[in-house]
């Protein structure tokens, strides 16, 4: 502390500071300049074929694209919030399974000693290197051919059905999330749990009361993560889904794009990608505070 | 192994804690992935798709001839130029947004700097932007009538008084190659901006904890030795440096091989399928062609780039020892 004090260092003239401040705005520029142009061309006007000119506030500044992602963002009958909830579905559920199923199969993996431990994390392993392309034909062929006919939901098939979207994301999604919350655990002092133990908790008891509430973080962080890459899903979803209910937001923002600038409808791509990016980008600012809190190293010092 | 919790050898308790998770992921992963390696050695295709349809034939290894003699039958497929351009489009990126996150770090981490925090917190903002925005963003920035690129180089051109027709850039399908001894597109180019916008900034906050950890009597003592500033930023703040940005560029590089959202959305691989990366010619294998049992072989194949990669890197972060292991 006291040596930062000690300022031994000649103090910055003030032509190098404006030339500081003038480099941090310059590079701040360039990282707003895409998100100012997406916020302002989404002001647009409907009628408006392509923007034609760089304004902050367009002319006829409106809301109506707001209004009309809201109703109807593409030609299909399915409202925003329709693909929302479809995306919504996919992304809470794959979110939830993975971090459930991940934690119980982390606790041993990090504290156990048992038969096979090293060859289930060499395959964990290998299977998180593979990108989530990889797996693609092999999940599409073998849900295409399971027809199944449940109570509520009906018959239909398991490929074409988000259901059928969830598992093939879970399939790349459960082994990242057992590997995360693994290297979280590792991170964990045992003393409490050697005191429970000690005591005479079982394994099961110890892993509820101590394990579970201590990587509560990492759970969050893990579903987050999971939460995000559900919310944006493409590869999938896109070769998986044909019927316009199920379509999700990602799928929809593809759709959008056209290839020639008079077949993009800029107004609405604009403040689709804007509605789309909000809710991520807002639960990860009020969650941040939570996420980053180090929760461990406290219950031990305490 | 140690540390780990003695228990009785025979106890249950570690699978079924293991079980569900294992039974899930024998099911949807680990099924899917074997039964991928048999399908790489069939014909399988969209004839053996619907219900009650013949099984595939055995071809052997003729899908991994095939990928690797550039002899599929679809445009513009050549194994080799895909495989080099993937490695030189993820080591160009990711040598750019470390030299970038590291200088953009130091400026950060300037005494004489104010608003640190703002800018901090501002430049972070294209890593909450979900890949896919990002690449349609980018994509529609590039276009070449109503992109807001074209439309700030007519603006900066007209300082200069020069045409704004010469501004008409098609960057993402133009044929020609803007430096006629560099073979890469302009789409190339036009994709290297966009994930520098997107890179740099994650490289800047890693680089940016490695400096704010360094002792600052170290420069302090350097000065008092008559270091030059260049002489101690290569002894101190490199050394520093060094143990937390080769495992992250490491990663970096991972990420950006297998980057698919801006090859797919942003130049569809074109023009002529020169900016395609392995992945994006994995996802159209199955998805646009219906090649199903090529697109097997082509996932094992990736498999072993990948895994050769790993290898490679695990040397090269083992051969970069941490500077308390002196």
């Known amino acids: ?302 | 192994m140690s540390i780990l919790t003695r228990i009785n050898r025979r106890s249950l308790t570690p699978y079924m804690f293991l079980a569900p998770a294992m039974v899930v992921m024998a099911i949807v992963t680990i099924y899917p992935l074997i039964f991928q390696f048999w399908m790489s050695f069939t014909d399988y295709g969209l004839a053996n798709l619907r219900q009650g349809a013949p099984a595939p034939d055995w071809v052997g290894l003729e899908n991994y001839v095939k990928i690797l003699t550039s002899e599929l039958s679809i445009p513009n497929y050549s194994f080799l130029r895909l495989f080099l351009y993937n490695i030189f489009w993820a080591l160009s990126n990711v040598t750019i947004h470390i030299i970038l996150g590291v200088a953009i770090a130091l400026l950060l981490n300037h005494p004489g700097l104010k608003f640190k925090r703002i800018y901090r917190a501002l430049y972070v903002l294209p890593v909450l932007i979900p890949p896919i925005v990002v690449a349609t963003t980018w994509r529609n920035l590039f276009n070449q009538d109503a992109g807001a690129v074209n439309m700030l180089l007519e603006l900066v051109g007209q300082v200069f008084r020069i045409p704004p027709e010469t501004f008409s850039i098609d960057w993402l399908r133009q044929v020609e190659d803007p430096i006629s001894f560099v073979p890469l597109p302009l789409s190339y180019y036009a994709m290297l901006i966009a994930n520098i916008w997107l890179g740099w900034p994650l490289n800047a906050v890693v680089a940016t904890g490695a400096l704010q950890a360094i002792p600052k009597d170290l420069y302090e003592a350097a000065e008092i030795d008559g270091a030059g500033k260049w002489a101690s930023f290569k002894t101190i703040t490199l050394t520093y440096l060094r143990p937390a940005m080769v495992p992250f560029a490491i990663y970096g590089f991972v990420v950006t091989f297998n980057l698919f959202s801006l090859a797919y959305f942003m130049s569809s691989g074109g023009p002529f399928g020169r900016t395609e990366l392995l992945v994006t010619q994995a996802y159209r294998l199955v998805n646009e062609r219906q090649l199903y049992a090529v697109g097997a072989a082509f996932a094992v194949v990736l498999f072993v780039i990948l895994l050769t990669i790993s290898l490679i890197t695990n040397r090269i972060s083992k051969a970069t020892a941490r500077y308390d292991d002196f």
């Not at chain 1, 304004?55 to 693909?83: C, G, M």
């Not at chain 1, 027809?147 to 074409?160: Q, S, V």
């Open chain 1, 1 to 302: 502390m006291t040596t930062s004090k000690r300022r031994s260092f000649r103090e910055p003239s003030l032509l190098t500071k404006i030339g500081l401040q003038l480099a941090a705005l310059g590079i701040l520029i360039t990282v707003l300049f895409p998100i100012i142009w997406v916020f302002s061309v989404s002001l647009s006007p409907l009628n408006l074929i392509r923007p034609d000119g760089l304004n902050l506030i367009p002319k006829d500044a409106t809301f109506e694209a707001y209004l009309q992602v809201i109703e109807r963002p593409t030609s299909n009958p399915v409202s925003f919030f329709e693909l929302a909830f479809n995306s919504l579905k996919i992304a809470g559920g794959t979110a939830l399974a993975s971090v459930g199923l991940g934690v119980l199969a982390a606790y041993p993996l990090s504290r156990l000693a048992f038969r096979g431990r090293t060859f289930i994390m060499l395959v964990i392993l290998g299977v998180l290197m593979l990108p989530a392309v990889a797996t693609l034909a092999p999940l599409f062929v073998t849900l295409n051919g399971i027809k199944l006919d449940l109570p509520i939901l009906g018959a239909f098939n398991l490929r074409n059905s988000q259901l059928g979207v969830g598992i093939a994301i879970v399939s790349g999604a459960l082994p990242f999330a057992i590997w995360n919350l693994k290297g979280y655990l590792d991170t964990i002092p045992r003393e409490l749990e050697e005191a429970a133990a000690v005591d005479g908790a079982s394994q099961a008891r110890i892993f509820r009361s101590i394990v579970l509430p201590l990587a509560l973080p990492a759970i969050a962080v893990t579903g987050f993560l999971g939460f995000i890459s559900g919310w944006t899903e493409f590869y999938y979803s896109w070769m998986f889904l044909t019927q316009p209910r199920d379509f999700t937001l990602a799928m929809a923002l593809s759709a959008m794009t056209g290839t020639y600038a008079s077949a993009i409808p800029w107004p609405l791509v604009s403040a689709f990608s804007i509605m789309l990016t909000l809710p991520p980008a807002i639960v990860y600012l009020l969650s941040q505070r939570f996420i980053t809190s180090g929760l461990a190293v406290g219950s031990v010092k305490g």
